[in-house]
């Protein structure tokens, strides 16, 4: 009888794997007031997925024939209007990979922008969720599936949490949540004329 090698190391990989996701998720929703299903979710790879495909994108498609086809194949099935990119249907060629794509520029006025308005979209997209903020910690904006209150999406300690709150006393905060899909203009800008006196990086909320 021969020894099922490559089915028993999937077999073991699998479910080295799937004990890994409930130690890790059991972990997070013991250190984090979420549900069970959220920390399972928050305990997949995501990171390490978002790097694998940062680097496949990333590389550079030969020959340079196949670009126009296979871009066009992919703006089709996304809906992306390659008639607004900075080089167009006849010219998608120059983008050497999909990363390249991904980051294009656009025309000039291809987003004209409404001066008067005091607040404009920063990005393509379409808005999932917006409203009032009206508590920083109780508060719940999905995002992916998951739940987050401001206080844990921004990462703010007790000080902040105060001060913010004392800010809400003399005006409001509103907040919205704009999802991106794959074909949409992937640059984000400015929405407002403003000063910025602090910025801060939010790490993974997965981990």
């Not at 921004?154 to 902040?160: A, H, P, S």
Request: charged share 25%.
């Amino acid at each position: 009888m021969r020894f099922p090698i490559g089915r028993c190391l999937s077999l073991t990989t699998l479910s080295a794997f799937s004990s890994y996701l409930y130690i890790r998720s059991t972990h997070i929703q013991r250190e984090s007031v979420c549900t069970s299903n959220e920390a399972w979710y928050r305990s997949l790879p995501f990171r390490e997925i978002s790097r694998c495909w940062s680097r496949i994108l990333s590389v550079n498609i030969y020959p340079r024939s196949l670009r126009n086809p296979i871009y066009k194949l992919f703006c089709r099935i996304f809906d992306a209007d390659i008639n607004e990119c900075e080089y167009g249907p006849d010219q998608l060629d120059y983008y050497a990979s999909f990363g390249e794509l991904f980051r294009r520029n656009l025309k000039p006025n291809a987003r004209p922008i409404d001066k008067e308005s005091l607040i404009v979209s920063p990005c393509d997209g379409e808005i999932l969720d917006n409203g009032l903020v009206t508590s920083v910690e109780l508060l719940n904006i999905v995002i992916k599936g998951v739940s987050y209150t401001i206080k844990d999406l921004f990462q703010l300690n007790r000080n902040e949490i105060e001060r913010l709150q004392t800010k809400q006393c003399k005006s409001s905060l509103f907040y919205a949540c704009i999802y991106l899909n794959p074909g949409n203009y992937h640059h984000f800008h400015s929405p407002a004329k403003w000063k910025i006196n602090e910025r801060r990086h939010i790490t993974g909320m997965n981990k």
